[in-house]
């Protein structure tokens, strides 16, 4: 086997690690109706995830032509994370070969990592009940370095280089959405896209390094990224 170009990757998690938009939708619904408004199909609930909850739930009200002032909002919002915080994994699952996947990395002595634009507590709780807390080295959430710090700013994903003790040259990063490939970029990381997450635009055009579509071809991919850095 020839040596792994990464020793470590960064993963997204709402639509790129787990399939999210059920438990999400649930939650983003109950909201909607206890503030009396309108719910929203939940086929089309993962095309609002990607920006952190309140972005979900400002998305979902704008399809109403609704607007809220900020406290209705900080609110609204205090509703969907209760609700979603309670119920956070039930639906919620790894997509496809999401554990054969993990497991090849960590053969190969790769750290991973999470960072989303969920909040840090919901990342971490949503993960703990899964099962999958422990095969990361950190999981950053868009709140973790406080407000104006979520990806597509590079700010998480250097700080996971950071706390992972690992050079960008040496790190890539794995998302679904314009957030994800745009912090990439801001933070030199290669990154590669998944065509079955919630991708805000078309995969091929989210502007990734490579675009995967199953985990089955991650490992592979990465490797093959790698010797063309090299
Ligand atoms: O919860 C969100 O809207 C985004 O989460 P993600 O960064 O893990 O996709
Ligand atoms: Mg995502």
Do not use: W
């Not at 619904?29 to 995830?49: E, I, K, W, Y």
């Not at 205090?78 to 790894?94: C, F, G, K, M, T």
């Not at 009940?129 to 700010?155: Q, Y």
């Amino acid at each position: 086997m020839t040596q792994f170009p990464f020793s470590l990757i960064g993963f997204d998690l709402d639509g790129t690690l787990l399939d999210t938009s059920g438990d999400l939708g649930v939650a983003l619904n109950h909201a909607l109706t206890q503030g009396g408004f309108a719910s929203v199909p939940m086929d089309q609930v993962r095309t609002l995830v990607g920006g952190g909850t309140k972005q979900m739930l400002a998305k979902a009200l704008a399809l109403d032509g609704v607007v809220l002032d900020a406290d209705a909002m900080t609110r609204l919002t205090q509703v969907l994370v209760s609700h979603y915080e309670a119920n956070i994994a039930v639906h919620s699952r790894l997509f496809p070969g999401g554990e054969a996947m993990l497991d090849a990395l960590d053969a190969r002595g790769v750290k991973m990592a999470v960072v989303t634009n969920k909040m840090e507590h919901l990342a971490v709780r949503l993960l703990d009940e899964i099962g999958l807390s422990h095969r990361f080295v950190t999981i950053i959430g868009g709140d973790t370095l406080g407000p104006g710090r979520a990806k597509p700013k590079p700010d998480l994903l250097q700080l996971m280089l950071e706390r992972a003790g690992v050079a960008a040259s040496r790190a890539a990063y794995v998302g679904d959405t314009t957030f994800d490939t745009g912090a990439a970029a801001a933070a030199g990381l290669p990154c590669v896209a998944v065509r079955f997450g919630f991708c805000d635009k078309p995969a091929d055009d989210l502007g990734a390094d490579r675009v995967i579509d199953h985990f089955d071809d991650l490992v592979d991919t990465l490797a093959d990224m790698g010797q063309i850095a090299a």
